[in-house]
């Protein structure tokens, strides 16, 4: 919003830019709007822009967001940054929220008394919109508090400090509002901007400096974060090499440790169509014991413009429509929704952003991922792998109790006798050893996607009613080849001529799978493609 105000571009206009992508192209030059397209030193010095500081005590910390953006003077704070129900955003798509209420959810955290204290000051650099407003060049600030029930009120609220319905204000330049070194939280000046502190948070379970635990919790919840956060620990009492650090998302912190920590061929990529809505989605398998500083029980995760809107837990991979139970603990699919219109969103998606709606989105968007994850040619071979590792690990397990069995009977004649001498009873479990097969290498720009099997007008693709067909074709391309941060594929679907978009694709080691749902519609029996007929 800065930005673009800063250029003097209205941002509901037609001129501002109409997603979030284009804005950060054009205002950050970050291709394609991800974060992985920039340098760790690029990405170090924009987070500066918005800071995450921990003070206070470490079982009751104090949070304060500090963010050098537009700003806010004291006769429109009311109008924005306290204000309820009001659509400021809904006009401006580059920005997330509706209607001014996520700012709210911290609230009934912000210890026993709910104490949140704002300061903020308009971007002075920003000319548009400063008609018939005296408080441009003041800061201004105010404490919301909760009120318990008074006789007559039926339910607690919230009211902000507003003597005479006025934002208290005074001018100054800056204010020491920016961390030091550790452990000192308040020594280089704010300019403009706004501070928000949020006093002895109710952050359960989270105790440690806030660069690990809640750094990785916030790396999950906001996958491919728009912009970075810089994290500053200043509570005293902690040792460590660092007290600060960059939060950039989960897959910027998968590919900074190089994939290091996932099987060999993933993310693996997947488009999904639901009721002509395009979805991506991404899987990730991580290595054994390699997915607890990364997930906790999410197994799926639905994200628009990066920040997660709603997840289901890891019992889905355990479902018999899925099968995939040996790699239940190590499974993350990220769907990005991002391209979803708004009648979508508002059926699959709640307010909160931690669920999402019952109802037939949902339950189209689950059978296609029960389909798709249980079809990954990928995901079937390591669960093949990770059932018999377990399997040979019961068994040798058990081998100290075999061998004491052996020896019991070598030294009794007896029970020599009850069993047949040369009979060994046989592995029950048939761990034979397979083959290791080479690495798979995909090219970064593939050269084909060809049909394994021609089809023609003689020998159609036999497509029964009411159900999905499948084509495979053999490439070259890279597994993420439709999902990656920069120069991603894409792939469309024509029945003669008009496109469609109710299908899926997957890509794995030089095997690309389509699933299409049979289209409603009457259309010609003999469906043309390029290389075949269906």
Request: with cysteine; charged share 25%; aromatic share 10%.
């Amino acid at each position: 919003m800065s930005q673009c105000l800063v250029r003097d571009i209205d941002p509901e206009s037609n001129k501002a830019p109409q997603s979030l992508i284009d804005a950060l192209e054009l205002f950050y030059k970050i291709y394609s709007g991800k974060l992985s397209n920039i340098t760790p030193k690029e990405r170090s010095e924009l987070a500066e822009n918005i800071c995450f500081v921990a003070t206070g005590q470490k079982s009751q910390p104090c949070y304060s967001i500090i963010d050098k953006g537009e700003g806010q003077t004291p006769c429109k704070m009311p109008e924005t940054i306290l204000s309820l129900n009001k659509s400021n955003k809904l006009r401006i798509p580059f920005v997330q929220g509706k209607y001014n209420m996520g700012g709210t959810g911290v609230l009934q955290f912000c210890g026993n008394q709910n104490l949140q204290l704002i300061i903020s000051k308009r971007n002075p650099n920003i000319t548009i919109h400063i008609k018939n407003d005296d408080s441009y060049s003041d800061w201004g600030f105010t404490i919301v508090r909760r009120e318990y029930p008074e006789e007559g009120v039926r339910s607690s609220f919230y009211r902000y400090l507003a003597p005479n319905r006025e934002i208290l204000s005074f001018k100054s330049e800056g204010l020491p509002l920016l961390p030091g070194k550790y452990p000192n939280a308040y020594v280089n000046y704010l300019f403009y901007g706004t501070f928000i502190k949020l006093y002895e948070y109710q952050m359960t379970g989270l105790y440690a400096p806030i660069i690990l635990d809640l750094y990785y919790r916030l790396s999950l919840l906001m996958p491919n974060l728009a912009l970075p956060i810089r994290f500053f620990e200043r509570r005293n009492g902690y040792k460590a090499h660092s007290y600060e650090t960059t939060l950039s998302g989960l897959s910027v912190r998968l590919e900074e440790d190089n994939y290091t920590n996932l099987e060999n061929g993933f993310p693996s990529t997947s488009s999904i169509s639901v009721s002509g809505q395009t979805l991506k989605a991404s899987i990730y398998l991580f290595k054994r014991n390699k997915s607890q500083n990364y997930t906790k029980n999410e197994g799926i995760i639905f994200t628009i413009n990066g920040q997660t809107h709603g997840y289901i837990t890891k019992q889905f991979f355990t479902r018999k429509s899925v099968g995939m139970s040996y790699l239940s603990d190590s499974l993350l699919v990220i769907v990005d929704c991002t391209e979803l219109d708004i009648n979508s969103r508002e059926n699959l998606f709640m307010n909160s952003r931690d669920r999402l709606r019952s109802g037939k989105m949902k339950s189209d968007i689950e059978s296609s991922l029960e389909k798709i994850i249980k079809n990954n040619p990928g995901l079937k071979d390591f669960k093949a792998k990770r059932r018999r590792e377990d399997i040979e690990n019961r068994l040798e397990d058990s081998k100290p109790l075999a061998d004491v069995i052996q020896r019991i009977i070598n030294k009794s004649p007896t029970l020599s006798k009850l069993f047949l001498k040369g009979v060994r009873l046989p592995n029950p479990f048939n761990t034979t050893d397979t083959k290791s097969q080479d690495e798979y290498v995909g090219k970064r720009y593939p050269n084909f996607f060809k049909l394994l099997k021609e089809f023609n007008q003689t020998n159609p693709k036999h497509c029964p009613l009411n159900k999905r067909f499948r084509v495979q074709y053999k490439t070259n391309a890279d597994n993420d080849y439709f999902d990656r941060d920069s120069d991603p594929g894409s792939f469309s679907l024509l029945i003669n001529d008009g496109e469609i978009a109710d299908f899926s694709i997957n890509l794995w080691n030089g095997t690309a799978n389509l699933n299409v749902n049979i289209p409603t519609d009457e259309v010609d029996p003999f469906v043309k493609t390029k290389n075949s007929v269906i």
